[in-house]
C-alpha cells in the first residue's frame, strides 16, 4: 500500500489542523486545532465516524459539526451512564441560541419533539413507544456515541433498528459515529459502521465477501454438521475444524478504506504531546490459600483447554457455559483481598487518586467495604446516570475522595476521570480493549500527570497471565487496521 500514502483524503484523515474552515463553537470554550480539523473532514463527507483515540474530545467534535451544518433537531444514541454527560456537552459547545436538551432517563419520558437535543441509550430503542416516537420525527442529525455497540456483525435487536434502511436511518439527515475502539478486537466489527456510512467504500460487500476478504483460513470452533454415529446421521454442533475463516489480512487495505471514505482518526501522541504515556503494570499475587481453590475449580480446566486449542476462542462465538463463568467469579473473589491491600499499599505510597474496576458484584461488594475508610464513590450496572455522574464529579473535584470503585462496563465508558494516573483492574477482561478503555478513562485532556499506570493482579503460571500475552497480538491487529502507516 505504498502507493496510497500520498492518497490526499487519508492524509487528510490524520490531520491535526484545518486548512481553512474553522467550525462554529461558543467563545466560552476552546477547541484543539486537531478537532477542528476532524469537523472540516467530516463536511467533506455525507456520514463519518469520528475515530480518535480515547480522551480526545470526539463529543465536542460531534457537537461542532452539528453546529457547522446548523442542525435544529439533533438525536444522540449512548450508552444510558453517558446521558447527563451529553447533556453537559451540548450545552457547553452547541452554538444554538437557549439550546433545550431533553435526556430520555425512563421510557414514560417519552420523546420531546421541540428539543434540539434529544439524548437516548441503545438500551432505550428496544421500547415500542420510544422507538415510534423517534420514527415520527424528522431529525437532521444522528450521532451515534460510542459506536462499537454496533460491532456485532449479524446484528442484535438495537442494532437491526439503527442500521435497517426503513428504521431509524429512514428518518434523519446526517449520521456521525464516534468510537474510539470501532473494532475492539476483530476487522468484522467494523462492517456494521461501514455499510451504514458509505456502503460503497467496501463495493458494497456483503458480510460473507467481507470476511473473505479480510480474513485467511486458520483453525478453531465452527458450528457445522457433524456425523453422529449414534444417530447414523449429520447433527449441527460446535466442534473443532482445520478450515475456519478467523485469520486477518489485507488490514492495510482496510485502514485505507476506513480513512479515505468515512474516519478520520488522530493518535495521543500525534495531538497531544503533553499527555503523558500509559504503561501497563501486571503485579503478581501470592498464591494463597482461597486462590489455590479457586484454580481447582473444573471450569479452569475447560478454560484453559479452549484457549489452548484457539488463543481467541473468547472473543465471539463460543459458549462461556456456567462452569467456567464460576470459576472467574471465584478467582476474582479469591484474588479480593490481595487486590484490597495493594491498592491500600499504593494509597500509603503517596497515590491521591485511584480508579478501581471489577467485573463481579460479589468482588466490588468486598472491595466497597473493605476501601470504605479512603473516601470512595461507587457505580455498578444498577446506578442510575444521575447518581453515576455525581461520583464522577465528586472524585474529580473534591480530595478526599480517593477511589472510584465501579463495574468495568459503566465505569469505562466515556467517563473523564484525570484526576487519577492510576488503575486497578481486580479482574481483567478477556477482551484487552476493554482493559485499554477503562484507561484511556484517565489518559484523557485535563491530565497533567508524570505517568499513567494500569495495574493487573496476575497469578503467575495461570491463564490470567496467558491472556495478556494473547492481549498483545490482538492490539497489533487493530494498530495494523486502524493505525499502521500505509
Not at 110 to 129: D, F, H
Not at 141 to 168: F, V, W
Request: hydrophobic share 40%; charged share 20%.
Amino acid at each position: 500500500m505504498d502507493s496510497l500514502n500520498s492518497d490526499y483524503q487519508v492524509q487528510r484523515s490524520r490531520s491535526t489542523t484545518p486548512l481553512f474552515y474553522r467550525a462554529p463553537h461558543p467563545s466560552s470554550v476552546v477547541p484543539k486545532e486537531y478537532q477542528l480539523a476532524g469537523v472540516e473532514y467530516a463536511l467533506a463527507r455525507e456520514h463519518m465516524l469520528f475515530g480518535d483515540a480515547p480522551g480526545l474530545g470526539k463529543t465536542a467534535e460531534a457537537i461542532m459539526l452539528g453546529n457547522a451544518i446548523e442542525a435544529e433537531h439533533t438525536l444522540v444514541i449512548c450508552p444510558a451512564s453517558l446521558r447527563l454527560n451529553w447533556e453537559r456537552e451540548v450545552r457547553a459547545w452547541s452554538t444554538q441560541e437557549d439550546v433545550s436538551t431533553y435526556p430520555v432517563l425512563k421510557s414514560r419520558d417519552g420523546i420531546s419533539p421541540r428539543a434540539n437535543y434529544v439524548i437516548t441509550s441503545y438500551a432505550m430503542l428496544t421500547n415500542p413507544s420510544i422507538l415510534n416516537a423517534i420514527m415520527d420525527l424528522r431529525w437532521d442529525h444522528l450521532i451515534l456515541d460510542e459506536a462499537h455497540a454496533l460491532k456485532d456483525p449479524h446484528g442484535n435487536k438495537r442494532t437491526q433498528i439503527i442500521c435497517a434502511p426503513d428504521l431509524i436511518p429512514s428518518v434523519v439527515g446526517r449520521i456521525t459515529m464516534a468510537s474510539g475502539t470501532i473494532l475492539p478486537n476483530q476487522p468484522i466489527e467494523c462492517y456494521n459502521a461501514l455499510r451504514l456510512l458509505n456502503w460503497d467504500a467496501i463495493d458494497r460487500m456483503s458480510l460473507d465477501a467481507f470476511r473473505n476478504h479480510y480474513y485467511q483460513m486458520g483453525q478453531g470452533f465452527v458450528r457445522g454438521p457433524v456425523w453422529d454415529a449414534d444417530k447414523q446421521a449429520n447433527v449441527w454442533k460446535l466442534h473443532w475444524s482445520d478450515q475456519v475463516r478467523n485469520v486477518p489480512t489485507n488490514l492495510d487495505d482496510l485502514q485505507y478504506r476506513l480513512r479515505k471514505h468515512i474516519m478520520v482518526r488522530r493518535l495521543k501522541e500525534q495531538v497531544l504531546h503533553e499527555l503523558p504515556p500509559k504503561q501497563w503494570h501486571p503485579f503478581p499475587l501470592e498464591l494463597t490459600a482461597d486462590i489455590r481453590r479457586a484454580l481447582k475449580h473444573p471450569g479452569w480446566k475447560q478454560a484453559t483447554k479452549l484457549y489452548e486449542m484457539n488463543p481467541y476462542a473468547f472473543d465471539h462465538g463460543i459458549p462461556i457455559d456456567g462452569a467456567i463463568s464460576t470459576a472467574r467469579r471465584m478467582l476474582g473473589e479469591a484474588k479480593a483481598s490481595s487486590v484490597a491491600a495493594y491498592i491500600e499499599e499504593l494509597l500509603e505510597e503517596g497515590v491521591t487518586k485511584v480508579v478501581v474496576a471489577a467485573w463481579h458484584l460479589s468482588v466490588l461488594k468486598y472491595l466497597k467495604e473493605r476501601l470504605a475508610s479512603h473516601g470512595l464513590v461507587y457505580m455498578d450496572g444498577s446506578t442510575s446516570a444521575k447518581h453515576k455522574q455525581a461520583a464522577v464529579d465528586q472524585f474529580q473535584e473534591q480530595d478526599n475522595t480517593k477511589i472510584i470503585l465501579g463495574q468495568m462496563m459503566p465505569l469505562g465508558e466515556g467517563w473523564t476521570l484525570s484526576e487519577a494516573q492510576d488503575a486497578v483492574i481486580a479482574e481483567p477482561d478477556w477482551v484487552p480493549g476493554k482493559n485499554d478503555q477503562l484507561l484511556d478513562r484517565i489518559h484523557r485532556i485535563g491530565q497533567t500527570g508524570e505517568y499513567i499506570i494500569g495495574h493487573v493482579p496476575v497469578v503467575p503460571g495461570t491463564l490470567d497471565e496467558r491472556i495478556l500475552s494473547t492481549a498483545i497480538v490482538k492490539d497489533q491487529n487493530i494498530y495494523q487496521a486502524l493505525d499502521a502507516p500505509i
